[in-house]
């Protein structure tokens, strides 16, 4: 089935440095949704996109809705310890109610 | 406000053997999901049922039926475990016909077939 392309796979940084991800898809989104997933917890919401263009933030962190509406990147800025996990991407075409999601990337921060 | 519960939280089943997974949501939303989340291949939809009374198949639909038993209720059921079903099973739901197409989801059933 088709998923999203998201990058990187994982990452490995230092505390307080920033972090950047992004998905890219071959279709067009009307909504990109990011969530942020904790071992044995289900997936967490951290922010929602519907226009091309779009910055949104929540906190330290930022997401952008690419504006040729098939890529969107979420920035986390200043990361701490418990923002270690792994952060997924969403994306809706028009007309239906399912998304897509990327394969994840795996998020680990050296104290 | 709980959100999205599921019961139960982790299953051992035997190969042939049946269950039904239960999701509940209490934010009023239309539209509800059912994923599996296997290592290395993010969340798949299996069912999903875009308003009370219908449901339609996902990416994975495959030895997996499901009923809308009433606005807040979404059920899984596998009538034949395969040790291919081993997997982690979220629910979700949202808002769908309104301006938000926000998807939250419940805390997952872990579930082991052998």
């Known amino acids: 089935g088709q998923q999203l392309n998201q990058s990187p796979q994982s990452m490995f940084i230092q505390e307080g440095e920033d972090v950047s991800m992004n998905c890219t898809s071959s279709s067009i989104f009307n909504t990109w949704l990011w969530y942020k997933q904790e071992p044995g917890e289900g997936p967490v919401l951290l922010i929602a996109?519907?226009?091309?263009?779009e910055l949104t933030s929540n906190g330290r962190l930022t997401a952008q809705f690419g504006i040729t509406r098939k890529d969107s990147f979420l920035n986390i800025s200043a990361s701490i310890p418990s923002d270690v996990g792994i952060y997924f991407c969403?994306?809706?075409?028009?007309?239906?109610?399912?998304?897509?999601f990327g394969t994840g990337t795996r998020l680990k921060v050296l104290a | 406000n709980a959100g999205v519960t599921q019961t139960p939280k982790f299953q051992v089943l035997k190969t042939g053997q049946s269950m039904t997974l239960q999701c509940a949501q209490d934010m009023n939303h239309n539209s509800m999901y059912w994923y599996r989340q296997d290592p290395g291949m993010g969340l798949r939809l299996i069912y999903y049922?875009?308003?009370?009374?219908?449901?339609d198949k996902g990416e994975v639909p495959n030895g997996y039926n499901v009923s809308r038993l009433n606005k807040r209720e979404f059920s899984l059921r596998l009538e034949s475990a395969a040790p291919s079903q081993t997997s982690v099973y979220f629910c979700?739901?949202?808002?769908?016909?309104?301006?938000?197409?926000?998807?939250?989801f419940g805390p997952g059933t872990r579930l082991t077939v052998t």
């Open positions: 049922s875009a308003s009370e009374g219908t449901t």
């Open positions: 969403a994306g809706r075409t028009s007309g239906t109610y399912k998304y897509i």
């Open positions: 996109l519907y226009k091309a263009g």
């Open positions: 979700a739901s949202s808002a769908t016909g309104t301006a938000s197409y926000e998807q939250y």
